[in-house]
């Protein structure tokens, strides 16, 4: 299993409400944000769940994998695949700690992802309505269920601060 993936077999109580499931896996998506910037990694965390078990929990790896694909939500829709031993996800959910760029967007939609709950919107890249809404396009054949803005704020200043001290370093 890759160095910043984690899985977690329990599920959150049966008693919590959506949004309250929802807001723990995107603090878990936020924990791993912050752990990428350790390794200097832009901080997007990525966790998929189904049936309220964690099946894959990844970071962005572009600069350690050199790999301009490797994105945290890329990365979780492999580990979950392989896991499961299928392309299709559809009863799955993806955390994200920032809006879906348009690759993401597509291997969402190609996977058949359920549902998407991301934090922070991405004024400049983001396809889940910023720029672009290729997640709910109606000539789609899949369009995945979209929560939007969930804890956007604390995931916009993890994201914010590590590009200031990135600006003040270089």
Known sequence: MPADSKTAS??????????????????N???????????NEVPIGAVIVRDGSILAATTNRTIRDQDPTAHAELLAI??????????????????VTLEPC?????????SR???????A????????????DLLRHPKLNHRPEVRAGLLAEECARVLEEFFRRQRAVG
């Open 121 to 132: 919107w991405d004024e400049k890249a983001g396809m889940a309505g910023s720029i672009g």
């Open 29 to 39: 998506a936020l924990d791993l944000g912050r752990e990428a910037v350790k390794r």
């Open 78 to 95: 492999r580990e979950a695949s392989a896991k499961l031993d299928s392309w299709r996800l559809d009863d799955c959910t993806l955390y």
């Open 10 to 27: 329990e599920p959150l109580g049966a008693a919590a409400s959506p949004l309250a499931i929802d807001e723990q896996y995107i603090r």
């Open 113 to 119: 992802i359920k549902r998407v709950v991301f934090g």
């Open 102 to 110: 348009a690759m993401c967007a597509g291997a969402i939609v190609l």
